[in-house]
C-alpha cells in the first residue's frame, strides 16, 4: 500500500489525488493508519428512524410537550438504539447552559479538595455523577479555595456545596456570579436555592437513645469545631442532654489538622474516673476509629468499659475488632437528591435565590449497631440494623 501511495504521488507532482486521499484516510488501523471515524448521529437521524418531525425528538428527549408516553418510550428506544447523544455545543446555543454542574466543599484544611479522604464524600460524589449524568449535566469536582480565580475558567449552570459554612463566602461568591448554589447539608444564614440535610435531632435521639438504652450514663460527643454539620449535630446533642437530665460532655478538634481527632478522643479518656465518659459520639467519619484506638492504649474496654460510636462509612471500622456501630447518612441519597434540587432549579426559568421557596430534601439516616455499643452476649450475636426514615 506504501508502494502504491508513494507511485501515485509522482504521478500527481508530488500529491496525491483527491480520490487517492479518500483511499489514504479510509485506510484500517492495521494498514497503520486510523479509520475515518463514523458520522455523529443526530436528532435529524433520529427523526428520520423514529418517523416523526425534529421537534417531537427534542420534546420526547426533554421530557417536554404534550406527548403520548407511548411516543416518547419510541423515540428514546430508536435514540438509543442509534447511539445519539445531544450535542454539548447545541444545547449550548439553544439553551444558554454548558451542561456543567459543579461540585465542591468548605475549606476545612489547606488542601484544596477537602473530605475527599472520607468515604462519605466518595459516595456522594459517585451518587451526584450517576444522577447528573442520567439528566444529562456532567459533574466537575472543583477545589476548594479562597480565591476563585479557576471557577472563572468553568462555565457551571449550578453548583453544590457541601458542608457550607455560616454565612459561607464561597456561596456568596457563586450567587454574585448568578450561579445558582444547593447545599450538602444546611446553609446557615446562606440565602441559597434549596439544601439536603439529615434530621438532626432525629439523628442524636436515635444514637443517644441507643446508648441509654444500653445503661450508659455519661454520654459525650467528639466533634469537630467547625461546619454547619458539627455545629448543628452539637446544638442537636446539647438539646437532647436538657431534654434528658444529662450534663453535656463535649469534646472538639480542628478538622483537617493530622492527628488532632486522635487527641481529642485521648482528652475524653484522660479525664478523671469519675468524669470519663462511658460512652462516646463521634460525630464525623474517622472518630470513632479514633476513639477506638484511644481508648485501647489507655487499657480500656469497648464495650465493657466504654460504649463507641461512629458516623460514616468508615469499612475499615465497621469490620475491626471490636466492630464500631456506625450511624449511615445515607450519602448515595444526599448526592443525587441534591442533583435532583439543582438540575430542578436550572430548568425552571424563575429561579433565584429570595425568589421562591428554597427546596428542600431531608435524607433517611440508618443506625447499624455492632460489638462497639453492644454489651449483651445476644446483642453481640448479631449485627443489627436499624433504618431511621427522614421527615
Known sequence: MRKTVSSQKEAHGGHLAPRTALMSVAMTVDQGVPARRPARVGIRDVAAAAGVSITTVSDALN????????????VREVADRLGYRP?????????????????????????????????WFTELVRAATGAALDRGYALVVLPTSSRHDVWSNVALDGTIVVDPAEDDPMVRELLRRGVPVVTGGHPGDSTVHGWVDIDHALAMDTVLGHFADAGAQR?????????????????????????????PLIETYVLGRPGAAGEAAGRLFDRPAGERPDAVYGIQEG????????AR?????????????????????????????????????AGSSAVELLVGVIEDDAQGPGTRIPAQRTVPIRLSVRDSSARTAAARSGQGVQAVPGG
Open 287 to 294: 472518630c470513632g476509629a479514633e476513639l477506638l484506638a484511644a
Open 63 to 74: 421530557g417536554k410537550g404534550r406527548l403520548p408516553d407511548s411516543t416518547r418510550v419510541h
Open 219 to 247: 454520654i459525650a460527643v467528639l466533634a469537630a469545631g467547625e461546619g454547619t454539620y458539627a455545629r448543628r449535630s452539637v446544638a442537636a446533642y446539647q438539646a437532647w442532654c436538657a431534654e434528658h437530665g444529662r450534663e
Open 87 to 119: 450535542s454539548a455545543a447545541a444545547r449550548t446555543l439553544r439553551t444558554g447552559r454548558s451542561g456543567l454542574i459543579g461540585l465542591t466543599t468548605t475549606n476545612h484544611a489547606a488542601e484544596p479538595f477537602a473530605l475527599t479522604e472520607y468515604g
Open 297 to 333: 492504649t489507655r487499657g480500656l474496654r469497648v464495650p465493657e468499659d466504654v460504649l463507641v460510636a461512629g458516623c460514616g462509612e468508615d469499612a475499615a471500622a465497621t469490620s475491626g475488632d471490636p466492630a464500631l456501630t456506625t450511624l449511615s447518612l445515607q450519602p448515595r441519597v
